[in-house]
């Protein structure tokens, strides 16, 4: 297992009328983690696209449980439980500075050929870096 946490400031713009973040925004947040969990290994998302490797989102699934406010300092968990395939599934935990839970959410990518389009494997280097968080 392999696990990244980020924290980020709530900005006034990413709240709603009630003053909490608005529901859309989050997929944002996720979209950070995962960029520097990536970035934690050594890697960034322009290395894999210049490989001619995508990673577009093909499901996501977020499970509310407190609204995060204006100003709120998040930390933003990102964990990788298996080793990617084709498919790769990003699980979060956002939480706030008191330490109580904010949301889950599961987030799955398929590494795909820039130019087919089509579903490829991971870049072995990627693989390589994280072979010592998934050893038996």
């Known amino acids: 297992m392999f696990s990244c946490d980020v924290q980020v400031r709530i900005r006034y713009g990413e709240t709603d009328q009630m003053g909490y973040v608005y529901?859309?925004?989050y997929a944002e947040f996720f979209e950070i983690g995962r960029t520097e969990?990536?970035?934690n290994l050594?890697?960034?998302y322009r290395d894999l696209e210049a490989k001619g490797i995508l990673l577009p989102v093909v499901h996501m699934s977020v499970k509310y449980i407190r609204p995060a406010g204006y100003d709120d300092l998040i930390t933003i968990r990102t964990t990788l439980r298996k080793m990617p395939t084709a498919r790769i599934t990003f699980f979060y935990e956002?939480?706030?500075e008191a330490g109580d839970l904010l949301n889950e959410a599961e987030c799955?990518?398929?590494f795909t050929d820039i130019k087919t389009r089509r579903p490829s494997r991971p870049p072995s280097?990627?693989?390589?870096?994280?072979?010592?968080?998934?050893a038996s």
């Open 108 to 110: 799955h990518l398929v």
């Open 125 to 134: 280097d990627l693989i390589k870096a994280l072979e010592p968080y998934f």
């Open 37 to 39: 969990l990536i970035r």
């Open 94 to 96: 956002l939480f706030n």
């Open 42 to 44: 050594g890697f960034a």
């Open 23 to 25: 529901y859309g925004r």
